[in-house]
């Protein structure tokens, strides 16, 4: 049996759910250690590092998996793509250690930051090649190597809080987890595909490491960046949506009210796991629909995600209104249940987003790139406008007003974004 030949896009489908839910359950399992082992002051600490880290991370990736992953007509090589991640990856570095040197964190934030920008751009390599599993259509190896980096980390998380009650050690072994599954799994499956011929692809075998400076095809490099830069402002901006409402907390309110906001947040991440199952399982065979004028074929495989996004909204809420009090005492502590009408926000808010994501992957299928940074810049200028007036007036319950109010307005951004062009 060809270790590079496609699976079906189910299996697929199913590798990719069962790597994400249990990744996601995992990165949950660290918020509830925090919570448990640690105190909401420390879970508002890993939030507001995440909060500064992710959106200039995102920046700097361009998103290059998901254009990796849908070059349908191998237009850029394996090696202009790693080239390109080595240096915006560098670049982010330095842009977050500037932002923790001008923002005059005090010590234990400022290295919170630090530790996790550091993982991030280990986690950037990993999503690399990510996106050369995934444009071959091997999402099980993606998937097995996401289980392994999640139960890990989750496990020494634990560990190390349990031992020192530092959140500085407990970053510092996520770190030294994600480097080991990069170097021991993600690195021999990459050169194992790159080093065959695919039989849907046949393409030459292409070398794993970077080439020498003076290698480097900077004008392919270019405009490499410049097809993706729209994505990386796009992708930049959608975790600014979910972050805003983070950086108005932690000034107004501080960082303990911060931890329970994140907290619960996080809860909406089951759902928002199965959609990005889907969507980046799909988004392959979306493009290729798309590509090749098979209109009825996307209609009908785009409309099956709408249909399962908006169920998984539906369920969301109906558990928060139902049973959200009494998860919130089980699951942190006791003290989180008197948070349950922000759970059912927060639901509605994500009920919304699964429709806006499912939107979102159709759209870098067609293809429909530029236009995305100036929806979305619309979504986070409502963020920004209602956060500023609802947080410092409302507390917590202006920061749920506020998501859901920039939940809505992605929807109808990128509604017209599709209907456009279709």
């Given at each position: 049996m060809n270790s590079s030949r496609p699976l079906t896009l189910r299996k697929n489908v199913l590798w990719t759910f069962v790597g994400n839910t249990t990744y996601t359950a995992c990165q949950w399992g660290m918020l509830i250690v925090l919570a448990k082992l640690g105190s909401?002051?420390?879970?508002?600490?890993?939030?507001?590092g995440l909060a500064i880290t992710t959106p200039v991370i995102l920046l700097f990736n361009l998103q290059l998996r998901a254009i990796q992953a849908t070059d349908a007509t191998n237009e850029y090589r394996f090696g202009?793509?790693?080239?390109?991640?080595?240096?915006t990856t560098g670049l982010a570095l330095l842009v977050v250690l500037g932002m923790v040197w001008w923002g005059n964190y005090q010590n234990s934030s400022g290295w919170v930051i630090v530790l996790l920008v550091i993982a991030k751009a280990i986690e950037s390599i990993s999503d690399l090649l990510y996106g050369l599993l995934q444009q071959r259509e091997r999402m099980d190896r993606i998937a097995t190597s996401m289980m392994i980096k999640g139960v890990l980390s989750l496990l020494m998380l634990g560990i190390t809080i349990f031992l020192t009650r530092n959140i500085l050690w407990g970053v510092s072994s996520l770190i030294l987890v994600w480097a080991i599954v990069l170097l021991g799994y993600d690195l021999p499956n990459g050169y194992a595909l790159l080093t065959v011929k695919s039989d849907s692809q046949q393409q030459p075998s292409q070398p794993l490491y970077p080439q020498p400076l003076s290698g480097w095809q900077w004008q392919t490099m270019l405009r490499l960046v410049k097809g993706s830069l729209p994505l990386g402002v796009v992708a930049m901006l959608i975790s600014l949506n979910s972050n805003i409402p983070r950086y108005f907390i932690e000034h107004y309110l501080g960082q303990r009210e911060l931890g329970y906001f994140s907290a619960i947040a996080y809860l909406q991440i089951g759902g928002t796991t199965v959609v990005s199952a889907l969507g980046q399982s799909t988004s392959p065979r979306l493009a290729y629909y798309y590509a090749s004028q098979e209109q009825e074929k996307f209609y009908r495989l785009l409309?099956?995600?709408?249909?399962?996004?908006?169920?998984l909204g539906v369920a969301g809420?109906?558990?928060?209104?139902?049973?959200?009090?009494?998860?919130?005492g089980l699951i942190y502590q006791p003290e989180y249940a008197s948070y349950s009408s922000l759970l059912v926000w927060i639901m509605v808010s994500a009920g919304f987003w699964y429709l806006a994501s499912i939107a979102?992957?159709?759209a870098i299928a067609m293809r429909r790139i530029h236009y995305q940074p100036i929806a979305l810049g619309i979504v986070s200028l409502t963020s920004l406008l209602t956060c500023f007036w609802f947080i410092p007036n409302f507390g917590l319950l202006g920061a749920a007003i506020s998501v859901v109010l920039a939940s809505m307005v992605a929807v109808l951004t990128?509604?017209?974004?599709?209907?456009?062009?279709?």
């Open positions: 909401a002051e420390m879970v508002g600490q890993f939030a507001l202009d793509y790693l080239n390109l991640r080595l240096l409309m099956k995600l709408v249909g399962l996004s908006l169920g809420i109906g558990v928060a209104v139902i049973a959200g009090q009494t998860l919130l979102g992957y159709a990128y509604a017209y974004i599709l209907l456009s062009k279709l």
